[in-house]
Antibody, heavy 120, light 110 residues
Framework: ELQLVESGGGLVQPGGSLRLSCVGS????????MNWVRQAPGKGLEWISF????????HYADSVKGRFTIARDNAQNSLYLHMNSLRDEDTAVYYC?????????????WGQGTVVTVSS | QSVLTQPPSVSAAPGQNVIISCSGS????????VAWYQQVPGTAPKLLIY???KRPSGIPDRFSGSKSGTSASLGITGLQTGDEADYFC???????????FGGGTKLTVL
């Protein structure tokens, strides 16, 4: 079964840090570009970051640039999102998603999501 | 304020057809492929359409996609109560060098 499983969410104070993880299984993880997408409570989807299979191309949304870092370890079939200087508006469900064509425009496998709550 | 514009809601009766629009501009829809997602509240999004009009394996042909210029559309025929969900369009924006989504459209099957 093709699967992505996120972990690492939780409650963190404003200004704090958190690291999200996403493990892929059932497919050749190392050959796919990956993305992080988030959804604030009651809101729509927001793309936040993209990384190619070899980590040679990385993009971020302006809303997280300079605060979040995407990374991957293909040997561990794992994708990461390091989040620093967290703000109230970063509160959301965070999804990792497999990229269909390595273009950042279509995501065919999604994890179940991990909840990040930024609050004092 | 989303880069791509979708109607907040649409509704139709079971068995009827519906079209959901997605409007953008040249750097996004105009120059890139469009995807569509279905999201039942509380669950992860599900890819319905990619490359403007292609369906992943397992997606019924009741779902179709099209693109013209800087706009795209998702068509659903023979509506079923199980189609009630939020629908999002998405693409890449070459000017922003970022992925972008529409604000989402809530489909109600009356």
């Amino acid at each position: 079964e093709l699967q992505l499983v996120e972990s690492g969410g939780g409650l963190v104070q404003p200004g704090g840090s958190l690291r999200l993880s996403c493990v892929g299984s059932g497919f050749a993880f190392s050959t796919y570009s990956m993305n992080w997408v988030r959804q604030a409570p009651g809101k729509g989807l927001e793309w936040i970051s993209f990384i190619t299979s070899r980590s040679n191309i990385i993009h971020y949304a302006d809303s997280v640039k300079g605060r979040f870092t995407i990374a991957r370890d293909n040997a561990q079939n794992s994708l990461y999102l390091h989040m620093n200087s967290l703000r109230d508006e970063d509160t959301a469900v965070y999804y990792c998603a497999r990229d269909v064509k390595a273009r950042g425009d279509a995501f065919d496998i999604w994890g179940q999501g991990t909840v990040v709550t930024v609050s004092s | 304020q989303s880069v791509l514009t979708q109607p907040p809601s649409v509704s139709a009766a079971p068995g009827q057809n519906v079209i959901i629009s997605c409007s953008g501009s040249r750097p996004n829809i105009g120059n890139n492929y469009v995807a569509w997602y279905q999201q039942v509240p509380g669950t992860a999004p599900k890819l319905l359409i990619y490359d403007n009009d292609k369906r992943p394996s397992g997606i019924p042909d009741r779902f179709s996609g099209s693109k013209s210029g800087t706009s795209a559309s998702l068509g659903i025929t023979g509506l079923q109560t199980g189609d009630e969900a939020d629908y999002f369009c998405g693409t890449w924006d070459s000017s922003l060098t970022a992925g972008v989504f529409g604000g989402g459209t809530k489909l109600t099957v009356l």
